[in-house]
Protein backbone atom coordinates (compact mmCIF):
# COMPACT_ATOMS: atom_id res chain seq x y z
CA UNK A 1 0.00 0.00 0.00
CA UNK A 2 0.93 3.85 -0.78
CA UNK A 3 0.97 5.52 2.65
CA UNK A 4 0.65 9.42 2.33
CA UNK A 5 2.42 11.33 4.68
CA UNK A 6 1.15 14.57 5.50
CA UNK A 7 3.41 17.07 7.67
CA UNK A 8 2.05 19.51 10.08
CA UNK A 9 4.66 22.08 10.27
CA UNK A 10 4.09 24.73 12.79
CA UNK A 11 0.45 24.68 14.58
CA UNK A 12 -0.61 27.61 16.33
CA UNK A 13 0.02 26.68 19.96
CA UNK A 14 3.53 24.78 19.64
CA UNK A 15 5.93 27.43 21.72
CA UNK A 16 9.02 28.46 19.73
CA UNK A 17 10.86 28.78 23.25
CA UNK A 18 9.79 24.88 23.29
CA UNK A 19 10.50 24.11 19.65
CA UNK A 20 13.50 26.02 18.24
CA UNK A 21 13.32 24.44 14.57
CA UNK A 22 9.36 25.94 14.61
CA UNK A 23 8.90 27.63 11.19
CA UNK A 24 6.71 30.80 12.08
CA UNK A 25 7.11 33.08 9.30
CA UNK A 26 6.05 32.87 6.10
CA UNK A 27 9.32 32.50 4.30
CA UNK A 28 10.68 29.86 7.04
CA UNK A 29 7.01 27.83 6.94
CA UNK A 30 7.45 27.42 2.90
CA UNK A 31 11.46 26.35 3.35
CA UNK A 32 10.40 23.73 5.76
CA UNK A 33 7.46 22.47 3.47
CA UNK A 34 9.46 22.43 0.70
CA UNK A 35 12.55 20.37 2.70
CA UNK A 36 9.73 18.00 3.86
CA UNK A 37 8.33 17.77 0.82
CA UNK A 38 11.41 16.74 -0.56
CA UNK A 39 11.89 14.55 2.26
CA UNK A 40 8.78 12.35 1.32
CA UNK A 41 5.73 14.36 2.68
CA UNK A 42 2.69 14.44 0.07
CA UNK A 43 0.77 17.11 1.91
CA UNK A 44 1.71 19.52 3.94
CA UNK A 45 -1.07 20.92 6.36
CA UNK A 46 -0.44 24.83 7.29
CA UNK A 47 -1.27 27.28 10.25
CA UNK A 48 0.16 31.28 9.92
CA UNK A 49 1.68 32.85 13.10
CA UNK A 50 1.71 36.50 13.86
CA UNK A 51 4.90 38.77 14.86
CA UNK A 52 4.27 37.49 18.51
CA UNK A 53 4.11 34.51 17.11
CA UNK A 54 0.20 33.54 18.18
CA UNK A 55 -1.94 31.76 15.77
CA UNK A 56 -3.29 33.66 13.07
CA UNK A 57 -5.40 33.59 9.96
CA UNK A 58 -3.98 36.61 8.36
CA UNK A 59 -4.91 36.40 4.88
CA UNK A 60 -1.75 38.20 3.53
CA UNK A 61 0.53 35.55 5.11
CA UNK A 62 -1.20 32.70 4.18
CA UNK A 63 -1.07 33.96 0.60
CA UNK A 64 2.90 34.41 0.65
CA UNK A 65 3.59 31.04 2.06
CA UNK A 66 1.53 29.33 -0.50
CA UNK A 67 2.74 31.18 -3.56
CA UNK A 68 6.45 30.80 -2.57
CA UNK A 69 5.18 26.96 -1.62
CA UNK A 70 3.65 26.43 -5.24
CA UNK A 71 6.85 28.54 -7.18
CA UNK A 72 8.82 25.23 -6.17
CA UNK A 73 6.91 21.99 -5.44
CA UNK A 74 4.00 20.31 -6.74
CA UNK A 75 3.32 19.49 -2.85
CA UNK A 76 -0.43 19.02 -2.09
CA UNK A 77 -1.56 21.77 0.30
CA UNK A 78 -3.85 21.96 3.04
CA UNK A 79 -4.51 24.88 4.61
CA UNK A 80 -6.65 24.73 8.25
CA UNK A 81 -9.84 27.14 8.98
CA UNK A 82 -8.52 27.88 12.98
CA UNK A 83 -5.69 28.58 14.69
CA UNK A 84 -6.38 32.08 15.79
CA UNK A 85 -9.26 32.91 19.24
CA UNK A 86 -11.74 34.98 18.92
CA UNK A 87 -12.02 35.53 15.25
CA UNK A 88 -15.43 36.24 13.02
CA UNK A 89 -15.92 32.83 11.32
CA UNK A 90 -15.06 34.55 7.74
CA UNK A 91 -11.98 34.73 8.95
CA UNK A 92 -11.65 31.22 9.24
CA UNK A 93 -12.47 30.77 6.05
CA UNK A 94 -11.49 33.97 3.92
CA UNK A 95 -8.13 32.67 2.89
CA UNK A 96 -9.25 29.12 1.94
CA UNK A 97 -11.83 30.74 -0.45
CA UNK A 98 -9.13 32.98 -1.93
CA UNK A 99 -6.10 30.69 -1.94
CA UNK A 100 -8.80 27.47 -3.28
CA UNK A 101 -6.14 24.77 -1.45
CA UNK A 102 -6.99 21.53 -2.56
CA UNK A 103 -7.44 20.15 1.12
CA UNK A 104 -8.55 22.56 4.50
CA UNK A 105 -9.66 21.15 7.49
CA UNK A 106 -13.18 20.66 8.59
CA UNK A 107 -13.08 19.89 12.10
CA UNK A 108 -16.48 17.83 12.76
CA UNK A 109 -17.30 19.37 16.55
CA UNK A 110 -16.19 22.02 19.02
CA UNK A 111 -14.36 20.78 22.29
CA UNK A 112 -12.75 22.53 25.07
CA UNK A 113 -9.62 23.72 25.30
CA UNK A 114 -7.14 24.73 28.34
CA UNK A 115 -7.13 26.63 30.29
CA UNK A 116 -10.43 27.99 29.80
CA UNK A 117 -11.55 28.49 25.71
CA UNK A 118 -13.80 26.57 23.12
CA UNK A 119 -12.80 25.31 19.77
CA UNK A 120 -16.09 26.35 18.22
CA UNK A 121 -16.95 24.34 15.26
CA UNK A 122 -21.02 25.56 15.01
CA UNK A 123 -23.07 23.95 12.98
CA UNK A 124 -23.80 27.10 11.01
CA UNK A 125 -19.35 27.72 10.52
CA UNK A 126 -19.19 23.68 9.33
CA UNK A 127 -22.32 24.36 6.88
CA UNK A 128 -21.06 27.58 5.46
CA UNK A 129 -17.15 26.43 5.42
CA UNK A 130 -18.67 23.13 3.38
CA UNK A 131 -20.08 25.63 1.21
CA UNK A 132 -17.78 27.15 0.48
CA UNK A 133 -15.26 23.93 0.06
CA UNK A 134 -18.12 22.66 -2.30
CA UNK A 135 -18.56 25.35 -4.33
CA UNK A 136 -14.14 26.01 -5.05
CA UNK A 137 -13.79 22.21 -5.38
CA UNK A 138 -11.50 21.59 -2.12
CA UNK A 139 -11.69 18.22 -0.11
CA UNK A 140 -12.15 18.31 3.16
CA UNK A 141 -9.78 16.90 5.73
CA UNK A 142 -12.16 15.69 8.80
CA UNK A 143 -10.79 15.77 11.58
CA UNK A 144 -11.81 13.84 14.08
CA UNK A 145 -11.33 13.94 17.72
CA UNK A 146 -13.69 11.77 19.49
CA UNK A 147 -16.43 9.22 18.51
CA UNK A 148 -19.25 11.84 18.30
CA UNK A 149 -17.48 13.43 15.58
CA UNK A 150 -18.11 11.02 13.08
CA UNK A 151 -21.82 10.80 14.07
CA UNK A 152 -21.72 14.58 13.14
CA UNK A 153 -19.84 13.76 9.95
CA UNK A 154 -22.48 11.20 9.16
CA UNK A 155 -24.96 14.45 9.39
CA UNK A 156 -22.96 16.48 7.73
CA UNK A 157 -22.62 13.82 4.51
CA UNK A 158 -26.52 13.43 4.70
CA UNK A 159 -27.16 17.04 4.06
CA UNK A 160 -24.86 17.04 1.41
CA UNK A 161 -22.24 19.47 3.55
CA UNK A 162 -19.73 16.39 3.20
CA UNK A 163 -19.76 14.46 0.28
CA UNK A 164 -18.30 10.58 0.25
CA UNK A 165 -15.62 9.44 -0.04
CA UNK A 166 -15.02 11.39 2.94
CA UNK A 167 -11.37 11.91 4.04
CA UNK A 168 -10.73 11.93 8.01
CA UNK A 169 -7.93 12.62 10.18
CA UNK A 170 -8.05 11.21 14.11
CA UNK A 171 -6.44 13.77 16.38
CA UNK A 172 -5.81 11.99 19.63
CA UNK A 173 -4.80 12.99 22.40
CA UNK A 174 -6.71 16.68 22.46
CA UNK A 175 -7.76 17.97 25.72
CA UNK A 176 -10.97 16.41 26.39
CA UNK A 177 -10.98 14.36 22.92
CA UNK A 178 -10.24 10.35 22.61
CA UNK A 179 -7.05 9.44 24.59
CA UNK A 180 -4.31 8.44 22.25
CA UNK A 181 -4.19 5.12 22.15
CA UNK A 182 -4.11 2.33 19.57
CA UNK A 183 -7.39 1.06 20.63
CA UNK A 184 -9.03 3.76 20.94
CA UNK A 185 -7.81 4.77 16.96
CA UNK A 186 -9.25 0.95 16.23
CA UNK A 187 -12.29 1.50 17.58
CA UNK A 188 -12.76 5.15 16.12
CA UNK A 189 -11.41 4.04 12.54
CA UNK A 190 -14.25 0.95 12.64
CA UNK A 191 -17.01 3.46 12.82
CA UNK A 192 -15.89 4.99 9.91
CA UNK A 193 -18.43 4.93 6.34
CA UNK A 194 -16.72 1.99 4.34
CA UNK A 195 -15.21 3.88 1.69
CA UNK A 196 -13.85 6.31 3.48
CA UNK A 197 -9.74 6.94 3.47
CA UNK A 198 -8.13 8.32 7.19
CA UNK A 199 -5.07 9.24 8.74
CA UNK A 200 -4.29 9.51 11.73
CA UNK A 201 -1.29 11.38 14.83
CA UNK A 202 -1.26 11.69 18.34
CA UNK A 203 0.00 14.57 20.17
CA UNK A 204 2.92 14.68 22.26
CA UNK A 205 4.04 11.22 23.72
CA UNK A 206 1.94 9.24 21.79
CA UNK A 207 3.41 10.73 18.72
CA UNK A 208 4.95 6.91 18.06
CA UNK A 209 2.11 4.56 19.02
CA UNK A 210 -0.08 5.86 17.19
CA UNK A 211 2.23 6.39 13.89
CA UNK A 212 2.98 2.95 14.16
CA UNK A 213 -0.82 1.88 14.63
CA UNK A 214 -1.93 3.88 11.83
CA UNK A 215 0.41 2.23 9.62
CA UNK A 216 -0.15 -1.40 10.75
CA UNK A 217 -4.14 -0.51 10.12
CA UNK A 218 -3.83 0.89 6.72
CA UNK A 219 -4.11 4.65 7.74
CA UNK A 220 -2.22 7.17 6.51
CA UNK A 221 0.03 9.32 8.79
CA UNK A 222 0.72 12.70 9.75
CA UNK A 223 3.67 14.02 11.85
CA UNK A 224 4.93 16.99 12.15
CA UNK A 225 5.60 20.29 15.04
CA UNK A 226 2.13 21.35 15.46
CA UNK A 227 1.90 17.33 16.99
CA UNK A 228 4.61 16.51 18.66
CA UNK A 229 8.45 18.47 19.69
CA UNK A 230 10.45 15.66 20.56
CA UNK A 231 11.77 13.72 18.44
CA UNK A 232 12.83 11.05 21.26
CA UNK A 233 13.41 11.71 24.75
CA UNK A 234 14.97 15.03 25.50
CA UNK A 235 15.97 15.52 21.83
CA UNK A 236 14.01 18.48 20.04
CA UNK A 237 12.34 17.10 16.99
CA UNK A 238 12.21 19.55 13.46
CA UNK A 239 10.22 18.76 10.83
CA UNK A 240 11.77 17.13 8.52
CA UNK A 241 13.39 14.52 10.89
CA UNK A 242 9.77 13.61 11.77
CA UNK A 243 9.13 13.44 8.09
CA UNK A 244 12.07 11.02 6.77
CA UNK A 245 11.13 8.88 10.01
CA UNK A 246 8.12 8.48 9.28
CA UNK A 247 9.32 7.41 5.51
CA UNK A 248 11.31 4.63 7.03
CA UNK A 249 8.41 3.32 9.40
CA UNK A 250 6.66 3.19 6.25
CA UNK A 251 9.13 1.39 4.26
CA UNK A 252 10.26 -0.86 7.25
CA UNK A 253 6.58 -1.89 7.41
CA UNK A 254 6.55 -2.80 3.63
CA UNK A 255 4.26 -0.24 2.50
CA UNK A 256 6.03 2.28 0.08
CA UNK A 257 5.48 6.28 0.75
CA UNK A 258 2.95 7.86 -1.59
CA UNK A 259 3.76 10.26 -4.12
CA UNK A 260 1.89 13.82 -4.48
CA UNK A 261 0.63 12.18 -7.65
CA UNK A 262 -0.14 9.24 -5.82
CA UNK A 263 -1.83 11.13 -2.76
CA UNK A 264 -3.84 12.55 -5.20
CA UNK A 265 -5.31 9.82 -6.28
CA UNK A 266 -5.76 7.93 -3.14
CA UNK A 267 -7.52 11.44 -1.95
CA UNK A 268 -9.45 12.13 -5.47
CA UNK A 269 -7.69 15.51 -5.71
CA UNK A 270 -8.59 16.71 -9.53
CA UNK A 271 -4.68 18.68 -8.67
CA UNK A 272 -4.47 22.47 -9.31
ZN1 LIG B 1 -3.63 22.27 12.40
Request: charged share 25%.
Amino acid sequence: MKTIITAALTGAVTPKAKAPSLPCTPKEIAEDAIKCWKSGAAVVHLHMRDDEMRGSMDKARFKETVERIRGESDVIINLTSSGEINVPFERRMEHISELKPELATFDAGSINVLPDGIFDNTVKFLTTLGGILNANNIKPEVEIMDMGMIAAAEYYLSKGVLKAPVHFQFVLGFFSGAPATPENLAFLKGKLPPDSTWSAFGIGNAHMPILYAAIAMGGHVRVGLEDCIFYSRDVPATNVDLVARAGRAVREFGNEVATCAEARKILGLGGK
